[in-house]
């Protein structure tokens, strides 16, 4: 069956998704000792359940859902607020095959081989001419999240040109409906997504992301995969707590969060390192230097712009711990020196929050 067809011809009765069950574990007709999670699939992509580690080392479900249904794949919709009918009809038909060795036949826990980079298999049949759609290619943008506690989520973007706006588009952005303790998701608006299907491709666009953290630790952000896009398109996660960038493309992304909460505005995923104008960058660039005294442990901010005026000092490490923090109250703003404890030799970002409202990080290193 062709999943687009039929979540088109039932936008109106559901939520725009389809939900499947992958069982992988507890071997008990009791529900509590089940094992697994749902994949989802809508318009825009699929992506596989949220999993415990002893599923296997990824840390997620095995199978991602594609477009083409098999026979006797069963599945799951979430009714909309209005309900309605759910429409099958011939038209939802297609004749795909399925003996195709880079096929996945069904969702059932004794199919678990040809695992794909990603640790999951795409139950996506071979591009034929036996029915199979011929539509433009989805720009996919997919991000993997390690929690505290082991779980692995994977979230998808995808750029749908005409099909979908930056807002909310049924049939193109799924919710997390089986949001954890720990997890990750995006924040559009009061919605909590796991597929987010936006416009064209534009490098200015920012998503944020959102983070629930019930046990403290380090928590990692990972470039599963990119499809269909420049790939040497950058990829950054940017820390609002500490204003720094990270290259995703470059590594996996490893932050301590010391504290339980849930961060929905602290991460945002953006294609450009821009948080101010050029001319911003270029003026603070030129009138503020940040270094550190070896022989008295002093951390030195020369400040050669009158009106940048600095109200609070903040000291993390790369891994976005919070060292120490400095109120600055009536001091010489163009020429401060703040003594600092006995830290590791290293790189730090000494981050400072200006009179305006504005955050700027940057660079100290610190020998001993």
Do not use: C
């Not at 479900?61 to 083409?68: A, M, N, S």
């Not at 297609?94 to 069904?106: A, G, L, M, P, Q």
């Amino acid at each position: 069956m062709d999943a687009n067809a039929f979540l088109n011809a039932n936008l109106s009765a559901t939520d725009g998704a389809i939900y499947f069950w992958e069982h992988w574990g507890g071997g008990t007709h009791k529900l509590k000792d089940y094992e697994g999670g749902y994949a989802i699939l809508n318009l825009t992509a699929g992506v596989p359940a949220l999993s415990h580690p002893d599923v296997n080392q990824t840390g997620g479900g095995t199978i991602t859902p594609g477009r083409y249904i098999p026979v006797g794949q069963g599945f799951f919709v979430i009714a909309s607020p209005t309900g309605g009918t759910i429409t099958f009809n011939n038209d939802q038909r297609t004749f795909v095959k399925e003996d195709n060795v880079t096929s996945n036949i069904h969702f059932r826990a004794n199919n678990r081989n040809n695992l794909n980079a990603l640790g999951t298999q795409t139950q996506q049949f071979p591009e034929n001419s036996e029915g199979v759609s011929t539509d433009e290619k989805t720009s996919l943008l997919r991000l993997g999240f390690y929690t505290t506690d082991g779980f692995r989520r994977q979230v998808v973007l995808g750029f749908m040109n005409e099909k979908a706006t930056d807002g909310f588009d049924k049939g193109y952005d799924a919710y997390n409906i089986d949001e954890q303790p720990n997890d990750m998701y995006f924040v559009l608006g009061e919605n909590k997504l796991v597929i987010q299907g936006l416009g064209a491709f534009d490098q200015s666009k920012k998503i944020p992301l959102g983070v629930n953290v019930q046990t403290p630790g380090e928590i990692k952000f990972i470039l599963d995969d990119m499809q269909n896009l420049d790939e040497d398109t950058p990829v950054y996660l940017f820390d609002r707590e500490t204003n720094i960038f990270y290259d995703l493309g470059e590594n996996p992304v490893e932050i301590d969060i010391p504290t339980a909460g849930t961060f929905n505005e602290r991460f945002v995923i953006q294609f450009t390192q821009n948080t101010l104008s050029i001319d911003d960058f270029e003026t603070i660039d030129k009138n503020l230097r940040v270094f550190h005294t070896q022989s008295n442990n002093t951390l030195n901010i020369f400040n050669t712009k009158p009106n940048l005026f600095i109200e609070q000092i903040q000291l993390f490490d790369l891994l976005g711990r919070s060292f120490d923090s400095f109120d600055v109250q009536n001091e010489n703003q163009t020429d401060l020196h703040i003594p600092l404890k006995n830290y590791a030799q290293g790189v730090y970002i000494v981050k400072m929050n200006l009179q305006d409202g504005q955050v700027i990080s940057k660079k100290l290193i610190i020998k001993q």
